[in-house]
């Protein structure tokens, strides 16, 4: 081993061989360039999600329409954008601008189910409980 480094020191300039070494040795560590799913993204943002660090979980799903704006997931985490303004962050207005950015852009792709519950949630944001007819079980509903 000695002997091959010598005769690398020889061939390579002395200012050069340390990055000959260490540039391999750090693409090793990060993972060989590795670049994360969409699916393990996801499941990596409802990780921060379940860990109530919503911060990191919103900065992921925002992630995820950048580097996927086409694939399933990305319709589902600009939703999830909105989830967890709305609900854990309490940050209406940003809750409000996530699932209208989910509608333009998600809306055709997304199963209408996705598309029905963002519609509701910006009808009820900031509602109190008792003030959402569905959920008050001491109101009749109107058919």
């Not at 020889?10 to 990055?19: F, G, K, S, T, Y």
């Not at 379940?50 to 992630?63: Q, S």
Request: hydrophobic letters at 40%; a neutral charge; aromatic letters at 12%.
């Amino acid at each position: 081993m000695l002997c091959y480094y010598r005769r690398m020191s020889q061939m390579i300039p002395r200012w050069l061989l340390p990055v000959v070494v260490i540039v391999p040795l750090l693409f090793l560590w990060t993972g060989c360039g590795k670049k994360m799913t969409a699916d393990e993204m996801f499941a990596k943002a409802n990780k921060f999600q379940e860990e109530r660090n919503f911060k990191e979980a919103v900065h992921t799903y925002e992630d995820i329409t950048i580097k996927y704006p086409k694939s399933e997931f990305a319709a589902k985490a600009q939703f999830m954008i909105g989830f967890v303004y709305a609900n854990e962050i309490k940050d209406l207005e940003k809750a409000r601008k996530a699932y209208n950015r989910f509608l333009e852009k998600y809306s055709d792709l997304s199963d209408s189910g996705m598309v029905s519950s963002a519609r509701w949630e910006l009808a009820n944001l900031g509602k109190d409980i008792n003030e959402i007819d569905i959920l008050n079980p001491g109101v009749e509903l109107q058919e």
